[in-house]
């Protein structure tokens, strides 16, 4: 109901689209409307079906196209046009993208284009062509926004702060000291360019270190709701083109994040890390200062990272070992506690002595 419903695809456009190849009797000008799961799914909808365990969905479902892969369509239930590809989820994700264009990118929020009336723009700010901007936003001294780019109701835009085209900055976020390059998306609350926590401890008080630095968050860049990144102390903060940043993220003072990185939600990165390029983190991951994760290198969930990590490895745990490594520590730790087990019963039943 939130977004704009296309005229559809017809099974001969989704087969157009996607480089699927139809099974014999394929219905090939019906007319696809939605996608949906299995177990939810209507005679307009799109499924697809990739795992076994699925099955008692798929024999229930009311769907009558359904993108799978060669070896699964053997399953396929009659009434049902099948559409074999390599990977069914990615050709589903294709065919959500052409059917939905609007869920790609914010909109909007007040539903029109130009300067909203309540909206605040400085007068030095400088705006290209058909850039939006939403009641209760604040632009200010020296800003620029490039063409296309929406500013959301309530966004702050700081002084001199440079935002690129076809940018979408959320509700209620705000950006200071930072530039921006294009088709960057940063979801509503997201604090960019704030100080970085830098203080000079002393026996009676810490001293506050000047954070003279910038935010430079490079192409085709996504941030989420809520999510922090600290402008840097004496150099700039990083963010690498293509980067997926999840919600509640926080990101410190002097941090290098390589390109096309991948950052799960409440992981955080200390001050002066370096994240090589497509390094994954999943959620609540931490990284300490000063470290250098290589290139690659993916971290599971958790992950408490506290030495260097080489190009191309894959770690886990508190703190984050090599993941056979950890995953050995975790079978050896329950065996003990098994073991034990026997003798804590008997040591009890003998008034604690062994």
């Given at each position: ?10 099974v ?76 069914p ?57 490039g ?89 700039d ?30 992981a ?18 931490g ?6 994760v ?13 030495t ?47």
């Amino acid at each position: 109901m939130f977004f704009k419903r296309s005229a559809g695809l017809t099974v001969s456009e989704i087969i157009s689209l996607t480089g699927a190849v139809p099974r014999p009797g394929a219905a090939l000008e019906r007319r696809i409307t939605d996608v949906a799961p299995l177990d939810n799914a209507g005679p307009r909808d799109l499924i697809f079906f990739d795992k076994i365990k699925f099955l008692p969905e798929l024999a229930a479902t009311q769907a009558t196209v359904c993108l799978t892969s060669e070896r699964m369509a053997a399953h396929m239930p009659s009434g049902i046009s099948a559409l074999c590809c390599a990977d069914p989820y990615r050709a589903f994700i294709v065919v959500a993208r052409a059917l939905f264009p609007d869920s790609m990118r914010p909109s909007s929020l007040f539903e029109l284009s130009g300067i909203a009336p309540g909206a605040h723009v400085h007068p030095s700010a400088r705006l290209e062509s058909d850039v939006t901007i939403d009641p209760g936003a604040v632009i200010g001294p020296r800003a620029e926004i490039g063409a296309r780019s929406i500013i959301a109701a309530g966004a702050t835009i700081g002084p001199e702060v440079r935002i690129g085209r076809d940018c979408t900055i959320g509700a209620g976020a705000a950006i200071v000291h930072a530039l921006i390059g294009d088709r960057v998306i940063i979801h509503s609350g997201a604090r960019i360019g704030q100080d970085g926590y830098g203080y000079m401890t002393g026996l009676k008080s810490q001293e506050k270190i000047p954070q003279l630095g910038r935010v430079i968050i490079q192409d085709d860049v996504e941030i989420g709701t809520n999510t922090t990144i600290d402008r840097g102390s004496i150099r700039d903060t990083m963010i690498g083109e293509g980067c997926k940043i999840d919600n509640l993220v926080q990101i410190g003072h002097n941090v290098q994040i390589g390109r096309h990185c991948i950052l799960a939600g409440q992981a955080g990165v200390a001050g002066s890390a370096t994240l090589g390029d497509y390094v994954t983190c999943g959620g609540k991951v931490g990284i300490s200062d000063h470290l250098t994760v290589g290139e690659g290198a993916v971290l599971a969930g958790g992950s408490a990272v506290i030495t260097d990590v080489p190009p191309g490895a894959r770690l886990g745990g508190h703190p984050a070992l090599p993941v056979r490594e950890w995953m050995r520590g975790v079978v050896a730790l329950r065996s003990l506690a098994r073991r034990m087990q026997p003798t804590q019963s008997r040591g009890t039943r003998d008034g604690g002595k062994e």
